[in-house]
């Protein structure tokens, strides 16, 4: 792969994961308020989350599309405030995205299973 | 001190390390910041250096820091930018400093060229002309960002060429745009990979800066738009 197609297939996963996000946020953000609204508690939202498919699904998107915007975002900014760049900052971006897609996707399997 | 005839002028002096120095220019009638320069080279101050050639808003060499803001100073009048009576200029940011208020423009131009900003035409003298038609939608966003003088006022206002010095920035990228989008051009292909990534139309954060102060009222950051636009689709197909 050239580095003009890697560059810019990176930046497509940027927005395209902005775009997720801000689906995902809006509707995280609804079901905080509905949550609250309705004085629901641990046990009871585990009731609702537990066998949900749905929520499941929903939440692994959210996760993933985190994993993918954030750690490209930081890497735009170490490139510009710190000048950082080639295999380690690769690197330090895959390590971000672990970071994150790990614990995500495990907090997701925990109120599922 | 200055007056309703006077102007207090600071303009700095010598290369990276010199400092600002101090002038009073008497003050005229739509008088333009370019006009106090030559007053004070003509008749204070020899050893002045600065660069001009039209006066009229054609040729973008004269370019400079105005009050904290890059203008092209041929047009700029001084009672749009200094009502106090006060001036303040110095060279271009973002460029090596020759002296006093020149810059060199080098590293701009070069930029120009890594963005593939030369024509390569893909007849030759001996085909017919090529028939462009003014109302087709790529003469017309041709003509949206054509009339560029290459002053580097939208170089000195982008924030990005001063954090990533590898930047194209934005006028080298409107080149690019241009010519992407000229139907008698060969050379898209190499233009737009020449463009995309971290150095190129990708790193744009649509400040806007170049924008808001291009003298022609060229929107740069249209362009760079534009080519985020070509580039993304050229990847997803396999053409980059």
New interface residues.
Partial sequence: M????R???L??AQRASAAVLAVCVTAHLATIFYVAREHLGAAEILDRTRGSWMLAMFYAVFVVAAAVHAPLGVR?IC???LGWRGRPLDRATLVAAALLLAPGLGAVWAVFA | MSSDRTLEVSVWRGDVAGRFAAYRVPRHANQTVLDVVIHIQRELDPTLSYRFACRVGVCGSCAMTVNGIARWTCRTHVNKVAADGRLELAPLAHLPVIRDLVTDLRPFFDKWARAGGRFQGKTTRHDPLAVVRPDAPERRVVDAAIECIGCAVCYASCDLVAWRPDYLGPAALNRAWTLVNDARDGARAERLAAVAGDAGCHACHTQMGCSKRCPKHLSPTVSIAGLKRLTARAAWSGAL
Avoid: G, K
């Avoid at chain 1, 050239?2 to 197609?5: G, H, N």
């Fill in positions: 050239t580095e003009a197609r560059q810019t297939l930046w497509l735009a490139e510009e405030w």
